[in-house]
């Protein structure tokens, strides 16, 4: 009966376990799940130092927040009269609502930063070169992607954060020139904050985005791939490459008899030698498995320990004192605050300048910067090489600024976004709702 | 049966016969795209079930001295003896609710700053908060148009008989 069980497991989603290299290959690609995935994986890309396995576990998020998210859909209603108490159920009257909400919550924080990351992982190592710059591409609109997913995300429960994220963020695409006022119009469905807005930031977070992240994910999977894995095996087959090839003897028959001779040298297509590499099953399965099990077990973990910050529900007329963003925009707060000029009479606004100008740019930079980098092939693939320590230096010094931007938005801004330094003294404010 | 390809006439005129093919695929795809424009054209709300920007408060007595805020509305009537007028709460930066703290206003989201007529101390802020358009209404309540804005210092006199 096992046996059989066994049998017409295989025969539906063949083999998991090999028995043979042939199985090993067959249960890669013939199967279901695991064919966009190659039979054989060089050893040198499942090296834990190198990856961090980082793309894997920004999968496995996304894999984590679509399941949580469509059971959230049992329960959200995405009404402006019943968002927030749907949102008070789950943490109060749906069986264990309270922990899916939380997991939902704390893994997409975690994507946001986990694909931030990996960006930076890929940079660092130089991995966008050559044909890899369009993956680099697909990359940023992936993160984009998230963060927008993150923003539509945290609208949804109706609470003050929410109301005044969206007054904020499409008071800064009013900004826009000639078609900001447009924007904010299509965005809100009106001129004011209503259910119009609800809907469609609901619509775009459970399926516009989703869908684009998804595609985006398939297509991102199938370059890596076709751009020969990742870019760690590049320095191995330079290496390859250089070697003196030797070249096979044979025996061929000639006028006076049999000869010895050479016959040609032949290379793999992936550049790229038997001993290099592995069978993906059970290999590259494995891991796959335990980097997933890892991030789930670690969302769930933070899921049981913290929840999930819920304001007191919408209210129009009074703006919560401070008003803060989640730390992954806080420092666009810090720019929009910070950034407007005034020359005489005329003013440009913070939310034109730090909320338009300075991201939009930063975007541009490192949506070129592939094409920017002039550093020599051997720097690709390799942590740190000192052909590349400007371009390094440069991204980590943007980093810190950006961290310390949000530093000092969530740990120094207190009331009416003043600093306060640690120890000094913060005024009551009345909590108004 | 006879190929009847080849009983047919040669073509007469092979440009007229392109720029009919070119008209009817043309066509097609003109209402292929216009489709789509139609339906993005919805995103745009032509009904708005929003409040109206003239609408009436209370009348001008029952106003205190000083600055009161109207939560519902979010802007601030200010009287001074007979004298009146509608300041905004709405912050010029990115639209939060300012608060009025005595001798200025300040915003929670950003830091904005404002005088007591609403122009900019400091902060982000690149305007002065706006002034609407106030009135008494013919039945003695004090009206304001959130669509009309009036120059800095325009003061509405209605005669209370008490100060």
């Not at chain 1, 799940?33 to 998020?61: C, E, Q, V």
């Not at chain 1, 310390?404 to 120094?412: E, P, Q, R, S, T």
């Not at chain 2, 200025?104 to 609407?132: K, M, N, Q, Y």
């Not at chain 2, 304001?144 to 009036?150: A, G, H, L, P």
Request: a positive charge; hydrophobic letters at 45%; one cysteine or more.
């Amino acid at each position: 009966m096992r046996e059989q069980l066994r049998r017409l497991w295989r025969q539906i989603f063949w083999a998991w376990t090999p028995n043979s290299d042939r199985e090993a290959s067959e249960a890669i690609v013939k199967n279901l799940w695991l064919h966009w995935f190659p039979a054989k994986i060089a050893r040198a890309s499942m090296d834990w130092n190198y990856s961090f396995w980082l793309g894997t576990a920004s999968a496995s998020l996304l894999l984590i927040l679509t399941v949580t998210g469509v059971m959230l859909m049992f329960f959200y209603v995405p009404s402006t009269e019943r968002a927030y108490g749907s949102i008070k159920d789950l943490e109060y009257a749906v069986s264990f609502g309270r922990i899916l909400r939380n997991q939902h919550r704390w893994s997409a924080e975690g994507m946001v930063a986990v694909v931030f990351i990996h960006m930076a992982r890929v940079f660092f190592t130089g991995a966008y070169r050559g044909s890899r710059s369009i993956n680099w591409l697909v990359g940023i609109a992936l993160l984009l992607g998230t963060l927008l997913l993150s923003f539509t995300g945290y609208l949804l429960p109706w609470d003050q954060l929410a109301f005044w994220a969206i007054t904020v963020g499409t008071s800064i695409a009013k900004e826009a020139p000639v078609v900001g006022a447009s924007v904010q119009y299509i965005l809100l469905g009106g001129h004011e904050i209503g259910q119009q807005t609800l809907l469609r930031f609901y619509v775009l977070h459970v399926f516009f985005l989703p869908i684009f992240v998804w595609i985006l994910f398939g297509y991102h999977m199938w370059r890596v791939r076709k751009d020969g894995g990742l870019a760690a095996l590049e320095p191995m087959r330079i290496a390859r490459m250089m070697r003196p090839k030797e070249t096979p003897r044979t025996k061929s028959y000639s006028f006076f008899g049999i000869t010895p001779g050479t016959s040609v040298a032949v290379m793999s297509s992936t550049g790229l030698e038997e001993e290099d590499q592995v069978f993906s099953s059970p290999n590259l399965t494995r891991r796959l498995t335990l980097v997933f099990l890892a991030v789930f077990n670690v969302t769930l973990a933070a899921a049981l320990m913290f929840n999930a910050p819920l304001e007191g529900p919408a209210n129009p007329s009074v703006t919560p004192n401070p008003a803060k963003a989640p730390w992954y925009f806080v420092w666009l707060q810090e720019l929009v605050a910070s950034t407007t000029i005034r020359i005489g009479p005329i003013s440009v606004s913070g939310g034109f300048i730090g909320g338009i100008l300075v991201p939009g740019f930063l975007l541009l930079l490192i949506t070129f910067w592939p094409w920017f980098d002039r550093s020599p092939l051997k720097a690709e693939g390799v942590w740190f090489p000192p052909e590349r320590r400007r371009q390094n230096y440069t991204f980590i010094g943007a980093m810190v600024v950006i961290v310390a931007l949000i530093f000092v938005g969530v740990y120094l801004r207190g009331p009416y976004w003043r600093i306060y330094w640690p120890g000094q003294a913060r005024p009551e404010m009345p909590r108004l709702y | 049966m006879e190929d009847d390809r080849k009983a047919r006439p040669a073509n007469p005129d092979p440009e007229r016969r392109k720029v009919l093919r070119m008209l009817g695929k043309g066509s097609v795809l003109a209402a292929f795209l216009a489709q789509i424009g139609a339906a993005g054209r919805a995103f745009f709300p032509n009904v708005l079930y929003e409040p109206p920007s003239r609408f009436k408060l209370k009348r001008p007595s029952d106003y205190p001295e000083g600055y009161t805020f109207d939560s519902a509305k979010r802007l601030f009537i200010v009287r001074k003896a007979d004298s009146f007028h509608t300041i905004s709460a709405i912050c010029t930066h990115l639209g939060c609710t300012v608060q009025w703290k005595a001798v200025e206003f300040d915003c929670p989201c950003h830091g904005s700053r404002f005088r007591p007529d609403g122009t900019v101390i400091g902060g982000p802020a690149p305007r002065p908060l706006s002034w609407w358009q106030t009135a008494v209404s013919p039945d003695g309540f004090i009206e304001i148009d959130t669509s009309t804005e009036v120059a800095i210092g325009t003061e509405l006199i209605a005669k209370t008989g008490k100060a």
